[in-house]
């Protein structure tokens, strides 16, 4: 039953969602009065004149993003590998991962806009006294929106490399490449590179269809004359004029063959550059002008990093900022009158967040626990399914299918369209842990007449405590950070923190936009402390419980 259910909910939804999508894109939409096919809604798509800009921006942004957060992580993980500061880096991966792309792209604002932090560090050598007439954030080619992608798939793309490492015995191809000559990053290129790729793969073709569909972060840092494509859609979605939901999901449709076009570029891509390898290695090719490249990788990682940080701080200054002129770098005053006033709307959207987020995390490890249990799983494509077809590619189906049954969006509807992107992340942060378990464990328990079902409930969920807790903390965060499943299926009536804050973006109220993104990271962050903090509370006096 485990397995028909997780088939069920990550399967379902992204079947029937395409079904409600191909309908309208081809005419057939019902509860518009349109019961003929027909290819108006096509025609009507290709005839609006953002079309070309519209395309452009989502392919570029999203291959350009992509290629730069492989390269960053990739080539960090080769310059790195053998320095102390690998090991040091990888805690914070997973708080980090677990930053909403919002919250994220807020702080990237407040950290280059104009009268940002970087511009009131440089006012005094610049001679500035007022901010500088530049369009950064907005820009037409999408560079802000490129940045603003870079500098959350990296840390993503990392933990997938290191979750790659151990299945591909990296010491020993690392030691193999050295005595035959090459240097740290060239063997590793050479022979751990093509090993590690097979196993990140999926993941990198996830990180290519996020970039090119992403919709709160487009809305935030990306272009708004024309919008990108998934933005465009959302627009038409949300539109009073119900007519435009056909040419919305043609809009959706076209996304989802773009990104099936791209992810086949990058098939061909992959053939090409692994025969370049092969040639250089036939060759002898040591490439030792590589390794220069160290410090590029490395200072490459160490923006991303120290951005989003920085980023951070700035959303918390602005936050508790009182009067902050330009080009002061921090304000004259701080105050907590900016919660204060909004400490109501702060409360109701907080309580919305948390029911939803604890709901479809905790129904999300349950059944994560259920499947894992299960001896047949399923393959990786299909845990993935719903994180590679875009969002926007599906739910403006599932939203023109509920509204053809009639259903109007609430609380309930909210949580289960989170399920959706919340059950894949839980199981994939706790299927290495959970299958790593020793069964050996099984076997005393057994042996000293323990129950199968006593095993499991006073053995084994006890000494994977911790990877539940992670997990759980990972499905929170993930709930936290949607913004299209709750803004479509909910259909305007469920408000979490995620959509305020995105709301507010084109208000303009910085230190609005600062708490209410404030309390998004900390939702989101708060608990993978807990998930820290309390196996070492619960098992301070096991100290064999973290072994299991």
């Not at 911790?466 to 499905?475: C, E, I, Q, R």
């Amino acid at each position: 039953m485990a397995r028909a259910l997780v088939i069920l909910i990550l399967i379902g939804p992204v079947i029937a969602g395409l079904i409600g999508v191909i309908l309208p894109a081809f005419g057939y939409f019902p509860a518009a009065g349109a019961d003929q096919f027909s290819l108006e809604p096509i025609q009507a798509l290709f005839a609006w004149n953002g079309i070309g800009s519209a395309v452009r921006l989502s392919v570029t942004t999203g291959l350009l993003s992509t290629a730069l957060s492989c390269l960053i992580a990739l080539g960090f993980t080769a310059s790195m590998m053998a320095s102390p500061w690998w090991r040091r880096v990888q805690p914070f991966l997973g708080p980090l991962l677990a930053v909403p792309h919002a919250a994220a792209a807020f702080g990237l604002v407040f950290l280059i806009t104009p009268s940002g932090w970087i511009a009131r560090v440089l006012a005094p050598f610049l001679g500035w006294d007022r901010p500088p007439e530049l369009l950064i954030v907005n820009d037409p080619l999408g560079l802000a929106l490129v940045l603003g992608l870079v500098i959350k798939e990296v840390p993503f793309l990392l933990l997938m490399i290191i979750a790659a490492l151990p299945q591909v015995d990296a010491p020993s191809r690392l030691k193999a490449s050295a005595s035959l000559g090459y240097g740290p990053i060239a063997g590793w290129t050479f022979a751990l590179l093509p090993a590690v790729y097979n196993q990140i793969r999926l993941p990198i073709y996830l990180v290519l269809a996020f970039s090119m569909s992403v919709v709160d972060v487009a809305l935030i840092l990306g272009p708004t004359t024309p919008n990108t494509l998934a933005v465009q859609v959302l627009k038409w979605m949300n539109d009073p004029d119900i007519t435009l939901r056909g040419q919305a999901a043609a809009g959706a449709l076209l996304q989802l063959l773009l990104i099936g076009a791209m992810i086949g570029v990058l098939r061909m891509l992959e053939h090409t550059l692994g025969a370049l390898g092969r040639w250089l290695i036939a060759g002898g090719w040591r490439l030792s002008g590589i390794e220069r490249l160290k410090p590029m990788f490395t200072g490459l990682s160490a923006v991303v990093f120290s951005t989003l940080i920085v980023g951070f701080c700035g959303l918390l200054m602005w936050s508790i900022a009182g009067f902050w002129m330009f080009p002061d770098i921090i304000p004259d005053s701080l105050s907590l009158s900016n919660w204060v006033r909004h400490s109501k709307g702060l409360t109701d959207r907080l309580s919305e967040t948390a029911i939803i987020g604890v709901t479809a995390a905790g129904v999300s490890l349950m059944l994560a626990v259920l499947y894992l249990e299960s001896t047949r799983t399923l393959p990786d494509w299909a845990i993935f399914l719903p994180l590679i077809i875009p969002q926007v590619a599906f739910l403006p189906g599932v939203q023109i299918l509920l509204l053809n049954l009639g259903l109007k969006g609430g609380l309930a509807v909210v949580i289960a369209a989170h399920l959706v992107f919340v059950l894949p992340y839980v199981i994939l942060t706790l299927g290495g842990s959970y299958r790593a378990w020793n069964r050996d464990y099984t076997h005393t328990g057994h042996a000293l007449g323990a129950t199968p079902s006593r095993v499991f409930w006073q053995l084994k969920l006890p000494m994977l405590i911790g990877p539940l807790l992670t997990a759980l903390a990972v499905g929170l965060a993930v709930s936290v950070g949607q913004y299209l499943p709750t803004l479509l299926v909910g259909g305007g009536r469920v408000s979490t923190l995620t959509t305020e804050a995105v709301a507010l973006a084109s208000g303009g109220d910085r230190r609005a936009i600062a708490v209410f993104s404030v309390l998004q990271l900390m939702a989101a962050l708060v608990p993978f402390v807990i998930a820290l903090v309390l196996p070492m509370i619960l098992w301070r006096n096991r100290r064999g419980m973290s072994h299991g």
